[in-house]
C-alpha cells in the first residue's frame, strides 16, 4: 500500500488526487475553469447526489485505519463539512 506524505507531495499531485475521486471538486475546480461558457451550478441536494453516484472507497489494511477514518469522517460532519467538501 502506498503511504502519502501530504506534506512532501505537490501541491499539483493534492489537486490531481482530489480531482479523481471528487466529482465535486471536477466540476467546481477544473469543469467550470476550463469551461466558463458551460458552467455547472448545483444545489447543495445535487452536489451530495452526485457525490454519492461517483465517491470512491479508500482502502484500508487494518481495522484501525478504519476506526479512525470514521471518527474524522464524524468529527467534520459535527463541524458543518459536507461529504464533498471531506474527501
Given at each position: 500500500?502506498?503511504?502519502?506524505?501530504?506534506d512532501?507531495?505537490?501541491?499539483?499531485?493534492?489537486v490531481?488526487s482530489?480531482?479523481?475521486?471528487?466529482?465535486?471538486?471536477?466540476?467546481?475546480?477544473?469543469?467550470?475553469?476550463?469551461?466558463?461558457d458551460?458552467?455547472?451550478?448545483?444545489?447543495?441536494?445535487?452536489?451530495?447526489?452526485?457525490?454519492?453516484?461517483?465517491?470512491?472507497?479508500?482502502?484500508f489494511?487494518?481495522?484501525?485505519?478504519?476506526?479512525?477514518?470514521?471518527?474524522?469522517?464524524?468529527?467534520?460532519?459535527?463541524?458543518?463539512?459536507e461529504?464533498?467538501?471531506?474527501?
Amino acid at each position: 500500500m502506498r503511504k502519502v506524505d501530504l506534506d512532501n507531495t505537490p501541491e499539483w499531485e493534492k489537486v490531481f488526487s482530489r480531482l479523481r475521486f471528487n466529482a465535486i471538486y471536477f466540476i467546481e475546480e477544473y469543469w467550470n475553469v476550463v469551461h466558463p461558457d458551460k458552467k455547472v451550478e448545483l444545489t447543495k441536494e445535487e452536489k451530495q447526489e452526485i457525490f454519492n453516484r461517483y465517491k470512491g472507497t479508500p482502502y484500508f489494511s487494518d481495522f484501525t485505519q478504519i476506526e479512525n477514518y470514521n471518527k474524522r469522517i464524524k468529527e467534520l460532519k459535527a463541524q458543518g463539512y459536507e461529504d464533498w467538501e471531506i474527501m
